[in-house]
Protein backbone atom coordinates (compact mmCIF):
# COMPACT_ATOMS: atom_id res chain seq x y z
CA UNK A 1 0.00 0.00 0.00
CA UNK A 2 1.26 3.27 -0.98
CA UNK A 3 1.75 5.59 2.10
CA UNK A 4 3.31 9.09 2.18
CA UNK A 5 4.06 10.56 5.82
CA UNK A 6 5.51 13.97 6.82
CA UNK A 7 6.77 14.87 9.74
CA UNK A 8 9.44 17.54 10.85
CA UNK A 9 6.82 20.99 10.79
CA UNK A 10 6.75 23.21 14.06
CA UNK A 11 7.09 26.88 15.00
CA UNK A 12 9.99 28.85 13.48
CA UNK A 13 10.97 32.44 13.82
CA UNK A 14 11.28 34.75 11.17
CA UNK A 15 14.34 33.61 8.92
CA UNK A 16 15.00 30.53 10.55
CA UNK A 17 15.42 26.81 8.92
CA UNK A 18 13.25 23.89 9.15
CA UNK A 19 13.77 20.35 7.35
CA UNK A 20 10.74 18.56 6.40
CA UNK A 21 10.91 14.48 5.86
CA UNK A 22 8.88 12.49 4.06
CA UNK A 23 8.71 8.88 4.29
CA UNK A 24 7.73 7.00 1.57
CA UNK A 25 6.53 3.01 1.45
CA UNK A 26 4.88 1.13 -1.26
CA UNK A 27 6.93 2.14 -3.78
CA UNK A 28 10.31 3.43 -3.99
CA UNK A 29 11.67 7.10 -5.40
CA UNK A 30 12.51 5.08 -8.86
CA UNK A 31 9.37 4.53 -9.26
CA UNK A 32 7.25 8.17 -9.23
CA UNK A 33 8.05 12.10 -8.84
CA UNK A 34 7.38 13.02 -5.23
CA UNK A 35 6.33 16.72 -4.91
CA UNK A 36 5.99 19.04 -1.55
CA UNK A 37 2.90 21.13 -1.63
CA UNK A 38 1.43 23.89 0.85
CA UNK A 39 -1.51 25.66 1.89
CA UNK A 40 -2.24 28.45 3.77
CA UNK A 41 -4.92 29.14 5.99
CA UNK A 42 -8.02 30.52 3.23
CA UNK A 43 -5.80 29.74 0.19
CA UNK A 44 -5.53 27.61 -2.23
CA UNK A 45 -3.12 24.51 -2.23
CA UNK A 46 0.11 25.15 -4.26
CA UNK A 47 2.99 23.36 -5.19
CA UNK A 48 6.20 24.16 -3.59
CA UNK A 49 8.93 22.07 -5.15
CA UNK A 50 9.34 18.67 -7.17
CA UNK A 51 12.23 15.50 -7.20
CA UNK A 52 12.02 13.10 -9.87
CA UNK A 53 13.02 9.54 -9.91
CA UNK A 54 14.99 9.24 -12.89
CA UNK A 55 17.97 10.65 -12.27
CA UNK A 56 16.79 13.28 -9.46
CA UNK A 57 16.33 16.50 -10.99
CA UNK A 58 14.42 18.86 -9.02
CA UNK A 59 12.01 22.16 -9.10
CA UNK A 60 11.26 24.89 -6.91
CA UNK A 61 8.28 27.79 -7.39
CA UNK A 62 9.64 31.24 -7.95
CA UNK A 63 8.22 32.21 -4.17
CA UNK A 64 10.73 29.70 -2.50
CA UNK A 65 13.57 29.34 -5.00
CA UNK A 66 16.81 29.88 -3.37
CA UNK A 67 15.63 29.50 0.03
CA UNK A 68 14.09 25.66 -0.28
CA UNK A 69 15.72 22.79 -1.29
CA UNK A 70 13.96 19.04 -2.11
CA UNK A 71 16.50 16.32 -1.74
CA UNK A 72 16.24 12.23 -1.26
CA UNK A 73 18.11 9.69 0.46
CA UNK A 74 17.23 6.54 -1.66
CA UNK A 75 18.71 3.86 0.80
CA UNK A 76 15.97 5.52 3.54
CA UNK A 77 13.60 5.89 0.83
CA UNK A 78 12.99 9.41 1.98
CA UNK A 79 12.20 12.62 0.40
CA UNK A 80 13.47 16.03 2.58
CA UNK A 81 12.44 19.54 2.25
CA UNK A 82 15.35 21.52 3.42
CA UNK A 83 13.36 25.30 4.40
CA UNK A 84 15.94 28.51 4.84
CA UNK A 85 15.27 32.17 5.26
CA UNK A 86 11.41 31.31 6.54
CA UNK A 87 8.99 34.00 5.97
CA UNK A 88 6.07 34.37 7.53
CA UNK A 89 3.64 33.53 3.86
CA UNK A 90 5.87 30.19 4.37
CA UNK A 91 3.16 29.45 6.93
CA UNK A 92 0.97 26.33 6.21
CA UNK A 93 0.41 23.04 6.27
CA UNK A 94 2.84 21.23 4.15
CA UNK A 95 2.39 17.92 2.13
CA UNK A 96 4.34 15.75 0.41
CA UNK A 97 2.96 13.82 -2.61
CA UNK A 98 3.53 11.08 -5.26
CA UNK A 99 2.41 11.92 -8.92
CA UNK A 100 2.50 8.92 -10.96
CA UNK A 101 5.04 9.99 -13.29
CA UNK A 102 8.56 9.67 -13.06
CA UNK A 103 9.46 13.34 -14.22
CA UNK A 104 8.73 16.67 -12.53
CA UNK A 105 9.38 18.30 -16.05
CA UNK A 106 5.36 17.19 -17.11
CA UNK A 107 3.86 18.34 -14.16
CA UNK A 108 5.19 21.86 -14.51
CA UNK A 109 3.50 23.99 -12.73
CA UNK A 110 2.82 21.98 -9.54
CA UNK A 111 -0.71 20.75 -10.13
CA UNK A 112 -2.33 18.63 -7.07
CA UNK A 113 -4.32 17.22 -9.45
CA UNK A 114 -1.47 15.33 -11.12
CA UNK A 115 -0.84 13.78 -7.58
CA UNK A 116 -2.39 10.58 -6.47
CA UNK A 117 -0.99 9.74 -3.20
CA UNK A 118 -1.22 12.31 -0.22
CA UNK A 119 0.67 12.59 3.09
CA UNK A 120 -1.58 13.31 6.61
CA UNK A 121 0.69 16.97 6.36
CA UNK A 122 2.61 18.94 8.92
CA UNK A 123 2.15 22.23 10.14
CA UNK A 124 4.83 24.87 9.64
CA UNK A 125 4.16 28.35 11.45
CA UNK A 126 6.90 30.87 10.65
CA UNK A 127 5.91 33.81 13.23
CA UNK A 128 8.11 36.22 15.70
Known amino acids: QVQLVESGGGLVQPGGSLTLSCAVSGFTLDYYAIGWFRQAPGKVREGVSC????????YNADSVKGRFTISRDKAKNAVYLQMNNLKSEDTGDYYCASSGDYSCRYLIPLDKREFAYWGQGTQVTVSS
Open 51 to 58: ISSSDGHT
